[in-house]
């Protein structure tokens, strides 16, 4: 496989080739323009058989079951299921709290990886694609495409992407569940750090048009440890606002509040069905795509490969 | 509250310490670019009150262990005479220590003296003043005496009791004196004393000029008073206020004469029932008992002495609350021949001769009649009283006789010439005899029977002045004022008199003469002329007694020493018999010592309005070890229990923030590298 351009240093081709034998798959069927390698909400012509309905003037006669017509004497049609493409919306959180890091990779690089990956497989698989990148007043929106030069136009956004000003990923997932047409695959990938009921509204809005929503809430290991040990002078990367005060004190309280939030936060997608999972930018992002695509494989009915 | 290494509290700021530390560390803080405020700011709200009053407590606990420990390092003393030395020891403290007879009575439990009690504790505030330079002022010599170590003054010999009284206004006035002539910066006066009234002498006037004296020093002075004064203790004094020899007539006890010793004993706390009373004479001791009957007994002792012989004695009274108020000593001789000198003639002159010299027998009373022609003639050496009776003025020879004479030490009196009056002697002059209204005689109204010629006898009886009734009266005046020792009844003096140099001037306004009235009876005249001729008397003889610390030999090459030997004793300030060659002396401790009166406590502020005074009420009560007791255990143990509470606070979580009982977040997972060839399994 070519050599990446140097700008898309984020993509990995060894990840990519290793994943590239797993599907991007859809728990829910979809309505694609094109014949894909998904499941549609219709009927096709795929050689999967899906079930038998009454003959209406007009069907196509191919489809009919002759053999049925000869026991029953009766017309009963064939149908099968359809195979459509799928639109993919990856939407990245591009607000400076994705600076942050307590290592190596800061949450934006690990974001943009996770994002690159996908959208290099979602591509090559046939899929169409588009891109959401949001900030306080930045948004980046690039339709869905099939095409390998939209994977270009993709890529060389994910890696002009910058991560600053305040978060609006409120606004932005409302906007985008309003904005959709069809049913489309929303890969969602920030630190999620806002109100948590405000957030569930916003994935139930998704839910709600039947978007297959799938969450990747990127964390530091830091911020779920806080393991300062002397005082520190917390600057907000989104606001600048600075908070002066000694972790020890703090710490207990910190992290009760954290645990209410991702338990809150876990419960509410699983009430409404998001595929949520957490992931410390300490993890390899490869493990983690891996174990979502194979999670996704086994929950889809007639997943292929 | 003062402290014994005060420099410590310099160290005082580094209470600061853990504050300072804590804000260094606040300030030594990392920055962080954070990207979960939301739970920060959520935690920072709920973990700060609990766990800022938690950190609060933990800094005052450091700051106060600190504070402690160099509070206790600074050795801070409790007590309130010494009171607040902030601004460090003074440089010169002066102690004015009162060692009057009195100073010695016993108050408080501990059996010492007033005196030795006071000592005490002025060694010890002294000992907390140890950067001062000390001087002592005491009540006998008042002269400033700079002490090397002030923790000695117990055992000096300046500080031993003494049998005299003590001037407070004149000590003050000695300590005022040293302060203006050696302005040191800062100084203290430290005062101990029982207050006793005649020591203070509060109604006198020279507090004023103290008070004033003191506003005007240049720098500020302040007074501690360390009051001694106690209850009234089971004391009894005793005191010897007469030694007289008599000669005794008749024959069976010629050739005998008999000492008659007036006593005057005191009962402080009303002590009734019999005392023995030890009578030393001449090496004998014998006891009397004596029955005790009112607070202030006088009692006429009478033995039988060998004519013409001196002797000396003295009286005791067993130990009680005041030793030094136990003895009095006595000296007695034959009694001087006293004789008088009558410039005059006629009856009047007769009579005053004969109340001069009573009894023709007595060889130590006796009186010639001069004609005052020849007044200036007359030798008055050997005489103890003159009387100026003559008709006209003395002539200019007599006149200086009489001058020379009295200013060295001699009583003259003047009896009215009667007429028109005219010039007297040494400058008086006479108004023109009046006469009285038929049946309303010239009275006598009012008469000093305190002091003077006309007191009281010994057994406190008036003369008879009120018997008095003068037809006629002729009245003296001088160019300076005369004291008027008895009145008429219109105020007008009945006998008045004037100190000329050391001697004495008396005039009577009228004639012992049967043409004037009664005086010449006797009864008035008799008693008053003997008096006088006492008082001239003590001139020719020198006093058998006298009040320590008052009387000064004649000439400082005179050495005194005590007759007795059995310690050490200075005529200075000691009783005792004392004898220098033939001449022998008893002193005796001021009969005022002997008042219990002390002064009222709450008017010394008053008298010294503009000084500040501390005074140290119920000294007497006080242990020595309690006027200032270090405090520093205490402190040290304030600090361990502050360092137990920090210590408590700092590893126990009870001021935190409650940890959250379960959590139903994940936990993060564990690294778990899912590969690709699991996914292909």
């Known amino acids: 496989m070519a050599k990446p351009e140097h700008r898309w240093d984020f993509l990995d081709m060894g990840v990519i080739s290793r994943l590239s034998r797993l599907t991007v798959s859809v728990r829910l069927p979809m309505l694609g323009s094109v014949t894909g390698i998904h499941r549609s909400a ?27 017509f000869a026991r029953t004497d009766r017309f009963y049609m064939k149908e099968f299921e359809a195979d459509t493409n799928l639109r993919c919306y990856v939407v990245l959180d591009t607000s400076a709290s994705m600076k942050f890091t307590s290592g190596e990779t800061t949450r934006f690089e690990y974001a943009r990886r ?39 136009q993709v890529l060389d956004t994910l890696a002009d992407a910058k991560p600053q000003g305040e978060t609006n990923l409120v606004t932005t997932l409302h906007n985008l569940a309003e904005r ?3 049913r489309s695959l929303v890969i969602v990938i920030s630190d999620l750090f806002t109100e948590v009921p405000e957030l569930l509204e916003c994935f139930k809005h998704l839910r709600f048009y039947k978007h297959d929503l799938a969450v990747f809430h990127l964390l530091d290991r830091q911020e779920y440890d806080f393991d300062f040990h002397r005082p520190v002078r917390f600057v907000d990367l989104e606001n600048g606002m600075d908070l002066i005060t000694d972790p020890a004190v703090v710490r207990d309280a910190y992290r009760e509040a954290l645990n209410d939030y991702l338990g809150t936060l876990h419960h509410g997608c699983r009430e409404f069905d998001v595929d949520y999972r957490v992931n410390y930018l300490d993890e390899s992002y490869e493990g983690s795509l891996t174990s979502f695509l194979l999670q996704r494989i086994k929950r889809t009915k007639g997943g292929r490969r | 509250m003062a402290y014994l290494q005060p420099w410590m509290l310099w160290a005082l700021p580094a209470v600061l310490l853990p504050i300072v530390i804590h804000m260094l560390n606040r300030l030594r803080y990392k920055t962080v670019h954070w990207a979960a405020m939301i739970f920060l700011l959520k935690a920072n709200r709920a973990a700060t009150r609990r766990a800022k009053l938690r950190q609060y407590l933990l800094l005052a606990f450091r700051a106060l262990i600190i504070l402690f420990l160099i509070w206790a390092m600074a050795r801070p003393l409790v007590g309130g005479w010494i009171g607040a030395a902030a601004g460090g020891a003074p440089e010169t403290v002066l102690i004015l220590l009162d060692r009057s007879a009195s100073m ?54 300046m500080t031993e009791a003494t049998d005299t009284a003590a001037d407070i206004p004149a000590m003050l006035r000695a300590a005022l004196d040293y302060l203006a002539k050696n302005r040191p910066g800062s100084a203290e006066i430290w005062v101990a004393s029982d207050l006793q009234a005649s020591n203070w002498r509060t109604d006198s006037s020279e507090w004023q000029d103290i008070d004033a004296r003191f506003a005007g020093l240049p720098q500020s002075v302040r007074v501690r008073l360390l009051d001694l004064s106690g209850p009234p203790a ?28 007036a006593l005057e004993l005191r009962a402080q706390d009303g002590h009734k029932g019999t005392i023995p009373l030890l009578v030393t004479r001449e090496g004998v001791t014998s006891q009397l008992d004596i029955p005790l009957g009112s607070s202030v007994q006088r009692e006429s002792l009478k033995f039988d002495v060998p004519k013409g012989e001196t002797g000396w004695g003295k009286v005791e009274l067993p130990a009680d609350a005041n030793l030094a108020d136990n003895s009095a000593y006595f000296v007695y001789g034959p009694p001087p021949a ?16 004969f109340a001069a010299a009573p009894d023709k027998a007595r060889t ?13 003639g007359l030798d008055l050496k050997s005489v103890a009283l003159a009387v100026w009776a003559g008709t006209t003025a003395p002539d200019e020879s007599a006149a200086k006789t009489l001058q020379a004479w009295v200013e060295s030490g001699g009583v003259l009196l003047c009896m009215p010439p009667g007429g028109e009056g005219g010039a007297g002697p040494l400058g008086l002059h006479w108004e023109a005899a009046e006469n009285a209204q038929p049946r309303t005689p010239f009275r006598i109204a009012a008469w000093d029977e305190i002091d003077g010629p006309l007191a009281r006898t010994d057994s406190g009886a008036s003369l008879a002045l009120a018997r008095l009734e003068m037809q006629r009266r002729q009245l003296p005046s001088t160019g300076g004022a005369l004291h008027a020792y008895a009145t008429f009844t219109d105020g007008r003096p009945f006998l008045s008199g004037r100190k000329i140099g050391s001697g004495q001037l008396f005039a009577f306004s009228a004639q012992p003469d049967t043409e004037w009235g009664n005086f010449g009876d006797g009864l008035v005249l008799l008693p008053a002329v003997q008096r006088m001729l006492a008082l001239g008397g003590r001139r020719l003889a020198p006093p058998a007694m006298a009040i320590a610390g008052e009387w000064q030999p004649a000439s400082p090459d ?25 001449s022998r002396i008893a002193l005796n401790r001021p009969a005022s010592e002997d008042a219990p009166e002390t002064a009222d406590r709450t008017r010394i502020p008053a008298l010294l309005h503009g000084v500040k005074l501390t005074v140290m009420a119920d000294a007497i009560e006080l242990k020595a070890d309690r006027l200032q007791s270090e405090i520093w255990p205490a402190m040290v143990i304030a600090a361990m229990l502050f360092m137990c509470a920090e210590m408590l606070l700092a590893t126990s979580r009870a001021m935190l923030p409650r940890r959250a009982a379960t959590s139903n977040a994940p936990e993060p997972r564990p690294l778990r590298r899912i590969d690709t060839a699991e996914a292909r399994a």
């Open chain 2, 338 to 353: 006293l004789k008088s000198m009558v410039i005059g003639e006629g009856p009047g002159a007769q009579r005053i001769r």
């Open chain 1, 180 to 182: 959709i047409r069809q």
């Open chain 2, 234 to 261: 089971a004391n009894i004094s005793v005191a010897v206020r007469a030694a007289d020899v008599r000669n005794l007539k008749g024959a069976a006890d010629a050739g005998k004469a008999q000492l008659n010793l």
């Open chain 2, 104 to 157: 010695e009575s016993r108050g408080g439990d501990a059996g010492e003296s007033k005196r030795a009690h006071g000592l005490a504790l002025l060694s010890t505030a002294a000992k907390q003043s140890a950067g001062s330079r000390f001087v002592l002022i005491e009540n006998v010599l008042r002269q400033p005496l700079e002490i090397a170590n002030a923790s000695n003054l117990g055992s000096m010999q």
């Open chain 2, 558 to 582: 005179e050495t005194w020493s005590a007759i007795e030997t059995d310690r050490r004793r200075d005529w200075r300030w000691s009783a005792g018999v004392y004898q220098s060659g033939a």
């Open chain 1, 114 to 152: 996770i994002a690159g990956t996908l959208a290099h497989l979602l591509v090559h698989q046939g899929d169409a694609l588009g891109l959401v990148c949001f900030a306080d007043k930045a948004l980046t929106e690039l339709p869905p495409r099939r095409t390998p030069s939209h994977l270009r």
């Open chain 2, 364 to 376: 130590d009373r006796t009186a010639e009649i001069a004609s005052p022609a020849r007044a200036g």
């Open chain 1, 42 to 68: 219709t009927r096709g012509s795929s050689v999967e058989f899906a079930e038998y309905r009454k003959y209406a003037p007009g069907d196509d006669l191919r489809f009919l079951d002759w053999r049925v």
